[in-house]
């Protein structure tokens, strides 16, 4: 069990690999705007150097929108990692299904196909 869960995970982690690239992406970008507020504050304000001002700003501004089109694309990314996830998750569970004795089939084999679709969604929200 231990090796299928560790197969799992890095099938996982290989065909998912973007979203934690955009996440670290979006995180470093998150630490630029601090910095940036502390250059004005500590440094061009009380200088009253405003050219060092103005530059930061720009380049503030320009992180701005910088991280919006990064959360743009990041949730494009996840939305589209869930989907794979799911299906994922179906094929896993049907492959699974399609390997049990036909025994376990008396039950009722439609609940439990039923069961397995529903399961999959249940992820996503």
């Known amino acids: 069990m231990h090796f299928c869960l560790r197969r799992f995970a890095l099938g996982f982690l290989q065909s998912h690999w973007l979203v934690f690239v955009w996440t670290a992406v979006l995180s470093f970008i998150g630490i630029i705007a601090p910095i940036l507020s502390i250059t004005v504050i500590d440094r061009a304000i009380p200088r009253r150097d405003f050219q060092l001002y103005w530059k930061t700003t720009v380049i503030f501004i320009g992180v701005v929108v910088s991280r919006q089109v990064a959360l743009l694309v990041s949730e494009t990314i996840t939305l589209r990692a869930k989907q794979q996830i799911i299906q994922d998750i179906?094929?896993?569970?049907?492959?699974?299904?399609?390997?049990?004795?036909?025994?376990?089939?008396?039950?009722?084999?439609?609940?439990?196909?039923?069961?397995?679709?529903?399961?999959?969604?249940?992820?996503?929200?």
Do not use: G
């Open 90 to 125: 179906q094929n896993i569970s049907i492959l699974h299904i399609q390997h049990m004795p036909l025994n376990f089939f008396r039950i009722s084999s439609l609940a439990l196909q039923r069961r397995v679709m529903a399961d999959a969604h249940a992820l996503y929200p």
